[in-house]
């Protein structure tokens, strides 16, 4: 095993250990987010994207990093869309995404093993008609687009504009929460 | 006795570093869906080696060794062992099957196939999942992935209530 196939495991295995401890190995738990019962998603998801957005700002800012060296996944706009309106009746429907369902079975859930199974099918499925779904796949390409970029402004404005939202959306979410 | 789960708050702030340090140490990101596409890949080729070489999806995750040298993959099997070890540690690990309270065992494995399948070609389409799209790209302030979470959480907010019987 190469170092780099090295460090994949020791980051996986500590994405692992988070997504158990917050909870997110439970289907029930997961859907609550749909439900008004349970922000635990969005809470986990938002927290880590604040504290990745501003470490690696400030990284960057004081030179320790080159933001650079980040790989940014390329916006194809429409394939990307209808892929996120697919995948959130999946998610509904499964009650865990591609990464809380290795949880959920590695926690003994079998019905994340069984949302395992579904993920090899449909990405297997649409692998074998790739052929014709390529027109589609490919279209509305941009290229790497940041929202800094898409609106002209300085990546430390973005920064704390989506800081600020999400501050705001977590105060917001704490007065809607309804536990069950 | 089972342990409380993490202040979720915290347990962002401890996944932030994580995703931190996979981009200062690799990089790039986080992910789940490619090891699952790659694993695809490796299945078609079991089957028939030269179609799925020439099929230009499973063809970029066959190249450079395939499913036993993919970075994705390792991640993904550091989570099985994450995930399972800390469950085991926390006194939650349970051979069960979570379902909503009207909901038997085996509707519920056929939801979750389903589910599984739908993400599954989402997740292809979008060129990643909640992990690699919503917060990896998220957090790095790309467009395409910010579309993705949106379109994600629009379209699930629009069919939870439709869905209702499966967990309610």
Known sequence: MSASLGIALLIGIAFGVVLEQAGLGRARKLVGQFYGTDFCVFKVMFSAILTTLLGSFWLARLGLVDLAGFYVPETFLLPQLVGGLVFGIGFVLAGLCPGTACVAAASGRLDGLAVMGGLLVGIGSCGLLFDRLQPFYTSTAYGTVTLPRLFDLPYGVVVLLVVAMALLAFRVLARFERPA | ?168
Do not use: H, K
């Open chain 2, 1 to 168: 006795m089972q342990r409380a789960y993490a202040n979720p708050y915290l347990a962002g702030v401890a996944l932030g570093l994580v995703l931190l340090a996979s981009f200062v140490l690799s990089g790039r990101g986080l992910g789940a869906s490619g090891a699952f596409a790659s694993a695809a890949a490796s299945v078609a080729a079991a089957f028939d080696a030269n179609a799925a070489t020439a099929n230009r999806y499973f063809a970029r995750y066959l190249a450079d060794g395939g499913f036993g040298s993919d970075w994705l993959v390792y991640e993904l099997l550091g989570v099985v062992i994450g995930g399972g070890a800390s469950a085991l540690l926390s006194a939650r690990w349970r051979a069960e099957i979570e379902r909503g309270p009207q909901l038997s065992s085996g509707p519920r494995l056929l939801f979750a196939v389903a589910g599984g399948a739908l993400m599954g070609a989402g997740a292809m389409l979008a060129r990643g999942c909640t992990s690699g799209q919503a917060l990896t790209g998220g957090a790095l302030l790309s467009v395409g992935s910010w579309v993705f979470m949106l379109a994600l959480f629009a379209s699930a907010y629009l069919v939870a209530p439709l869905l209702r019987g499966l967990w309610r």
